[in-house]
């Protein structure tokens, strides 16, 4: 049984008692309260999902970050039309996960507020680690590094992620394809210029996208001009959603160059 309904249960027989006893000791105790953070490192098992098989003719490898309250089992799906054979699609999945609706639905998240820097350093070293494993099994698979060109997509919350992933992670990504989502205010942007033009980074939004107002993307589009970079904005009509036919679109046109 989902410990959810048990506990529930538990919960409201026993609310009147919590109410009467309880609040007035758990107010006296926070107050009162000098707790002190402390660290422990554990071991966690990560999730990811592909599509594709690695081969001598796996030609791209594409890194694909999912937003907040998804999974990566479903978030990968928008990209079953690149799958053609010569391109391997890897969807990590966020090493939090929660009830969304109401208990209904689960979902991942890459960050929050909370003791935000060890939770960076967790999923990094997560994100580091995947792509070691991948490119091990690339080469056992009878293909090689050099022959493969690797392609990023972030998706709202995977957008930051995806960023620093590749700024302080360290992973040599020849595109970037940041849907839906903003750079992470800590990036320097002027130090990382070239590297954000040399993958021609390129920014996908949503013209009814709920979550980014116009003077949002305006701000956004200012502090990217400031640092003096060059990067393409492409909008569609819809919302804070994939689009795949935009994203076939988007994919052939940068293409060139590679």
Known sequence: MDDR???GNFFDVQYFFVA??????????????????HHIS???????????????????IWFVVH??????EYFIRHFRGLDDGTRYIVAPEGLSRFYVKEWTRVGASWITKEDRESEMDDYLEYLKSLEERIVGELEQSGG??????????GFSQGVTT??????????????????????????????????????????VIGTEDEFITP?????????????????????????????????????ERLKNGL
């Open 5 to 7: 309904f048990s506990l």
């Open 20 to 37: 009467l006893f309880c609040r007035p000791m758990h107010e006296q105790t926070t107050e009162n309260a000098n707790a002190q953070p």
């Open 42 to 60: 554990v071991r966690k098992t990560a999730r990811y999902f592909t599509l594709g098989t690695l081969s001598p003719a796996t030609r791209e």
């Open 67 to 72: 937003g907040y309250g998804q999974l990566a």
């Open 144 to 153: 090689k590094r050099e022959n493969v060109r690797i392609w990023t997509l």
């Open 162 to 203: 995806l960023t620093r992933w590749i700024v302080r992670g360290g992973l040599l990504a020849d595109r970037l394809i940041c849907w839906a989502g903003g750079f992470p205010a800590e990036i320097d942007l002027a130090t990382h210029k070239n590297l954000f033009e040399r993958m021609k980074t390129t920014f």
């Open 215 to 251: 003077e949002g993307l305006a701000k956004q589009q200012a502090h990217i001009a400031e640092a003096g970079l060059h990067l393409d904005f492409v909008s569609f009509e819809g919302a804070h959603v994939m689009n795949t036919e935009v994203l076939s679109a988007t994919v």
